[in-house]
């Protein structure tokens, strides 16, 4: 079974620097999605970036960028020029295609909160 | 395109009880999955629905059930409710050619 896991439960960062999120996982499969979600305060889970294991190149959407190292089973999130509406917790999930479907995984999430 | 909707928001029950939460999914999405998420335990996945048919189930007991409608909107229930069910029931869809899952507000279950 696949695990993800988040080593950082807490972390904090001031307004207009940049903070990385880290995110490992386990699986054996080799062709697989990497995803990191943002769940604001009181507000719903939405989308930040995605990784298609098969490429090579780094996700990148405005101020959020991955590093993405298939080899070592990291996928960590970089946020540049964070900013108070980045305050959230955030997910990293996995996911593989079977014949059953779509198989998510999610880690425990980290809780950042950007300071003013 | 309106996003994922889940009814209702809010909702109390007693234990022993069942419930039934719905979500309608983005239009063109075929897929919906459920999850339940608590602080001690994160986002547990529950169970995936696509074109009326379950796909994928995670490790909950029987009490957990869905259905998918072929509008693709989607229903839970739980029966006989216990203290542990209380959670934010979350419901996501996705099309079936970037599998990026859209998630829904969330229904707010509390048992008592």
């Known amino acids: 079974a696949q695990t993800v896991t988040q080593s950082q439960p807490e972390m904090s960062v001031q307004e207009a620097e940049t903070v990385t999120l880290s995110c490992t996982y386990d699986?054996?499969?080799?062709?697989?999605?990497l995803f990191w979600y943002k769940q604001p305060p009181s507000r719903q889970m939405i989308l930040v970036i995605r990784?298609?294991?098969?490429?090579?190149q780094n996700a990148t959407e405005n101020r959020f960028s991955v590093n993405f190292q298939k080899a070592a089973k990291s996928f960590s999130l970089k946020i540049s020029d964070s900013q108070l509406g980045d305050t959230a917790m955030y997910f990293c999930?996995?996911?593989?295609?079977?014949?059953?479907?779509?198989?998510?995984?999610f880690g425990p999430g980290t809780r950042l909160s950007v300071l003013p | 395109k309106a996003g994922v909707t889940q009814t209702p928001r809010y909702l109390i029950k007693t234990r022993g009880q069942q419930v039934t939460l719905s979500c309608s999914p983005i239009?063109?999405?075929?897929?919906v999955s459920w999850y339940q998420q608590t602080p001690g335990q994160g986002l547990q996945f529950l169970f995936e629905?696509?074109?009326?048919?379950?796909?994928n189930k995670g490790n909950f007991p029987g009490r957990f059930s869905g259905r998918q409608f072929s509008n693709s909107r989607s229903e839970m229930n739980v029966s006989t409710l216990e203290l542990g069910d209380s959670a934010l029931y979350l419901c996501?869809?996705?099309?079936?050619?970037?599998?990026?899952?859209?998630f829904g507000p969330g229904t707010r279950l509390t048992v008592t």
């Open positions: 699986t054996s499969e080799s062709n697989y999605y």
């Open positions: 629905y696509f074109s009326e048919t379950q796909r």
């Open positions: 239009s063109g999405h075929r897929s």
């Open positions: 996501a869809s996705s099309f079936a050619a970037t599998y990026e899952q859209y």
């Open positions: 999930a996995f996911m593989k295609l079977d014949n059953y479907g779509q198989n998510f995984v």
């Open positions: 990784q298609e294991a098969y490429k090579q």
